[in-house]
């Protein structure tokens, strides 16, 4: 069965600093690959995705997540934080597009300015 | 625009009553879905929908129940039989066409 692991429930960045936030992922088959960014008492909002296309990939607001299939992989990153970046961040896997989405338990990311 | 719309915001009830939170989409989605969001338990889902008429149970459905009458609506109930009701709730929309799912802004659920 597929899952995902976000190693880091919390991550403090100053601004202007990179961003990391580390996803690995597990499936029996090639994933689809997703971020979601969720602001407090809001829903969560497609960042970004991986649907087997080219390994980079770019999102909204700056960030982008590389697909590393031999390292089972697919962390987010942003040159340089800004304090609208703070928010609470998901990684999901559905490697079949279909009902069976599953969710990392999400990373919130603190901006210090 | 389309997307999904959840109502009310914020919903206060006291204990031993049922509640049904709203969940409507414009997106001409199939699937439909229902999580629960506790801190620092990320998403758990509750029931799901792939067609009207016909729903399946996900990892925590027992309190709960939904109907999907209609492609545009799914409503979910709390019922008085859920020992933890207080939450936020999300639904989301998917279709085989599109890569993802669609959130809506989340009901959160206190119960006094």
């Known amino acids: 069965a597929q899952s995902v692991t976000q190693l880091g429930s919390h991550v403090s960045v100053s601004e202007g600093a990179l961003v990391l936030l580390r996803c690995n992922y597990s499936s029996s088959v090639p994933p689809y690959l997703f971020w979601y960014v969720q602001y407090p008492n809001q829903g969560l909002q497609l960042l970004l995705k991986?649907?087997?296309?080219?390994?980079l990939v770019k999102g909204i607001n700056g960030f982008e997540a590389e697909f590393k299939k031999s390292e089972t992989s697919f962390h987010l990153t942003k040159p340089s934080a800004h304090m609208s970046d703070a928010a609470e961040y998901f990684c999901?896997?559905?490697?079949?597009?279909?009902?069976?989405?599953?969710f990392g338990a999400g990373t919130r990311l603190t901006v210090k300015p | 625009d389309g997307g999904i719309t959840q109502s009310p915001k914020y919903l206060f009830r006291k204990e031993g009553q049922n509640v049904t939170l709203s969940c409507e989409q414009n997106l001409n989605h199939d699937a439909m879905y229902w999580y629960r969001q506790d801190p620092g338990q990320g998403l758990r889902l509750i029931y799901y929908s792939q067609i009207v008429n016909d729903f399946q149970k996900g990892d925590i459905a027992e309190g709960y129940s939904v109907s999907r009458e209609k492609k545009e609506s799914f409503p979910l109930t709390v019922t008085s039989a859920q020992k933890n009701p207080t939450a936020f709730y999300l639904c989301?929309?998917?279709?085989?066409?599109?890569?993802?799912?669609?959130f809506g802004s989340g009901t959160r659920l206190t119960i006094v």
């Open positions: 989301a929309s998917s279709s085989r066409d599109s890569y993802g799912y669609t």
């Open positions: 991986y649907t087997s296309a080219a390994t």
């Open positions: 999901a896997v559905n490697p079949y597009n279909n009902n069976d989405m599953r």
